[in-house]
Each structure stands twice: as structure tokens, then as C-alpha cells.
């Protein structure tokens, strides 16, 4: 991995680590648009995950009783990580620059929900329905492009559930999703020195700036912060459709 890239690759995830100890999810979010600015959309997954499941630990941690919110949200959590199987397995196989699309689009569909305050009556007329339709589509997001978040937090504000809910069970989803991607990605042999080393070396620098980002939480002016955060998503999306202009027209 050329230097420059492996400095810009701390950076991101260093910056993803603070933007999600301050408000509870974010780092894949953030993480994977900028580093697939750079590279691939499967290498940037692959690149996060070590530094994604620490920081996914460390989230649920912070807001402590996890056994109590695994016994909460297992089913959910078992629906992502069979859908994050299914993602993986297509992103593994079948390799194509519209994942950027992909990434992109899902990107623009969390701010356009949260904009717009869509409400989804059905999902609470149809509980269980719900619960399969959005943990299998989310883990699937996620096993292709690394970003569930969109689909989840529609789902746990259609819900009714509490900051904290909502901080630990869209993190287990992350997490156990990530644990299925890590085995399918060494079966497969995606694993080289080079970015193992560098998966490793990040982990220090969110060691940094994750614990910083949960001590600024509640100093931090939430509504203007958001606002920050998704015209920096805004642009992302725009970047990455507008890398492939030339794929289309080329």
C-alpha cells in the first residue's frame, strides 16, 4: 500500500472513530465512501473491518448491559448477519464499480428519511414482517457496500426505541456482520500482510480518537453537528456518482 494512501486511510477512520463516540454510529458511514474515493468498494470494506469491530466493542460498551441488549435485539441481529452473508457473498463474487452507485444511493437515502421525517406505519402494523424485511435488506447493505445504517435507523426511529437502544443494537447488527464478513473474506483469502498491517495500525489511531469523541458527546451542539455531517455525507455520494461519468460515457 503506497504511503500516501496509508496515511489518508488513518485520517478517515481516525476522523469516523470521533464522529461515532459522539453520536453512536457513523464510522462505516463516513469510513467507506472517503476510502472507496481511493481505492474499491471491497477493498475499503476490507481495510475496516478490524478498526469497525473495535469500535463497534467499545460503542456497546459505553452504554453498558450487553447481554440484557443482546437478549433485546438478537433477532435483529441474526437477520443482518444472515443478510450480511447473502451481500458478502455477491460482493465477493461478482466485482463491479456500481457499488459506488450502491454506496452512494443508500447514503442519499438516510439523509432524504431523515429530511423528510419519513413514517412507515406499516412497520409497526407489521412487527415481525418488519423485522425480517429490514434486518435481511440492512445486512445485506452491509455486506456490500459496509452501510446499514440508513435502513436501521429508519427502522429503530419507526419503533419508538431510545437513544440508547438504538446506539446498541444498530452497533451488534454492525458487529456480528462484521464477524461474518471477516470469515468469508479468509476463506476466500482476501487477507494480504500489507492491508492486515494497515488494519492494525489504524486500530491505534481510533484507540485516539474514539474515547475523545465520548468525552465531546455532551459538549457537542447535536443539531449542528448533524447538519455538519451530512452535507459531508451529501458530498461523498455526489463524489462517488461522480466517478463513474466516465465509466458511462466513456
Not at 3 to 13: D, G, K, Q, W
Not at 89 to 99: A, C
Request: glycine share 6%.
Amino acid at each position: 500500500m503506497a504511503s500516501e494512501l496509508f496515511f489518508y486511510f488513518i485520517i478517515v477512520c481516525g476522523f469516523a472513530a470521533f464522529v461515532h463516540g459522539s453520536i453512536g454510529f457513523g464510522f462505516p458511514m463516513l469510513s467507506t465512501p472517503l476510502l472507496a474515493l481511493a481505492t474499491d468498494v471491497q477493498t475499503a470494506i476490507l481495510l475496516t473491518l478490524v478498526p469497525n469491530i473495535f469500535v463497534n466493542v467499545s460503542s456497546i460498551k459505553s452504554e453498558g448491559h450487553f447481554f440484557q441488549a443482546l437478549q433485546t435485539h438478537y433477532k435483529l441481529v441474526l437477520l443482518t448477519a444472515v443478510g450480511s452473508l447473502l451481500g458478502t457473498l455477491i460482493l465477493l463474487n461478482f466485482e463491479s464499480e456500481f457499488y459506488r452507485a450502491i454506496l452512494a444511493a443508500v447514503i442519499l437515502l438516510y439523509l432524504a428519511s431523515d429530511s423528510f421525517n419519513v413514517r412507515l406505519k406499516w412497520i409497526r402494523d407489521f412487527p415481525r414482517l418488519s423485522k425480517i424485511s429490514f434486518g435481511l435488506t440492512s445486512g445485506m447493505l452491509g455486506g456490500l457496500t459496509n452501510v446499514m445504517a440508513a435502513t436501521l435507523l429508519i427502522y429503530s426511529l419507526e419503533t419508538d426505541q431510545s437513544k440508547k437502544d438504538i446506539i446498541q443494537s444498530t452497533n451488534m447488527c454492525f458487529l456480528f456482520g462484521k464477524i461474518v464478513q471477516i470469515l468469508l473474506f479468509a476463506v476466500n483469502a482476501k487477507f494480504t500482510p500489507q492491508n492486515t498491517s494497515a488494519s492494525l495500525w489504524v486500530v491505534f489511531a481510533v484507540l485516539v480518537f474514539l474515547p475523545l469523541g465520548f468525552k465531546l458527546k455532551s459538549y457537542i451542539s447535536e443539531k449542528g453537528y448533524k447538519k455538519l455531517i451530512k452535507a459531508l455525507l451529501f458530498c461523498i455520494a455526489i463524489a462517488l456518482l461522480g466517478q463513474l461519468f466516465p465509466m458511462l460515457w466513456g
